[in-house]
């Protein structure tokens, strides 16, 4: 690590955004649609993970063509649910200003597919604070594998080393630690120890300010 933090890579759900509602209401429907088991444990066992990974877990279906056909469906129901109930999630608006305000670089940089991400993005005015936007659907592994993020930090023109990275997943915060960078985690009421690796561990973004991340490092 370094003395000097120059890009925030932040996450989306979880952290600027709780979509997670609109997420189960997607797989719920796309369940029911094609008359395969789900349940609420489910979900919650694989959020965050990618659709290639989840629908071989949820399902056993293995075949290539099969799994995206499901995950594309899957997708258009989230965007359509999403649409009409992004809302930012505490302190995050504030601080994506304070730190653009403060000269840091910012990227997005999210498991989601990168239609979902323009979704959110255009709903909540994103643009004007990231320099860039990186779907995980474009690296060849997903978190904790760091490459979402090392694809962020090449995108923004910033060592890893110069990075941190605000997450709210357990896998997101060891891909940031495996990918060289900081990391901000994002616990909500959850007191997980995988969070607590974290360089800071907060409730919400309102606990987080420009001159907190500069003081980390």
């Not at 088991?37 to 293995?62: C, E, H, K, V």
């Not at 653009?100 to 004007?128: C, D, F, M, W």
């Not at 904790?144 to 915060?173: N, R, S, T, Y």
Request: proline share 5%; hydrophobic share 45%; with cysteine.
């Amino acid at each position: 690590m370094t003395d000097t933090i120059r890009a925030i890579i932040w996450d989306l759900d979880g952290v600027i955004i709780d979509s997670a509602e609109e997420h189960k209401r997607s797989w719920y429907r796309l369940a029911a649609e094609e008359g395969l088991p789900f349940s609420d444990q489910q979900f919650y066992d694989t959020f965050g993970m990618r659709n290639d990974a989840i629908i071989p877990i949820l399902w056993n279906i293995t075949d290539k063509a099969r799994v995206q056909e499901l995950a594309d469906k899957k997708e258009a129901y989230f965007r359509e649910f999403v649409r009409d109930t992004a809302a930012p999630l505490p302190g995050a608006i504030e601080l994506l200003a304070g730190l653009k305000a403060g000269g840091y670089k910012q990227a997005l940089a999210s498991s989601t597919p990168i239609k979902n991400i323009e979704v959110i993005s255009e709903a909540l005015g994103l643009k004007r604070y990231l320099s860039a936007l990186v779907s995980g659907e474009t690296v060849p592994h997903g978190k904790p594998a760091p490459d979402v993020f090392l694809k962020a930090a090449a995108e923004l023109g910033i060592e890893p080393a110069h990075c941190l990275v605000i997450e709210d997943a357990v896998a997101g915060v060891e891909a940031a630690h495996r990918g060289g960078m900081y990391c901000i985690a994002v616990a909500g009421e959850r007191d997980l120890p995988g969070l607590k690796a974290a360089e800071l561990m907060v409730k919400d973004l309102t606990q987080v300010s420009p001159e907190i991340i500069r003081d980390l490092a």
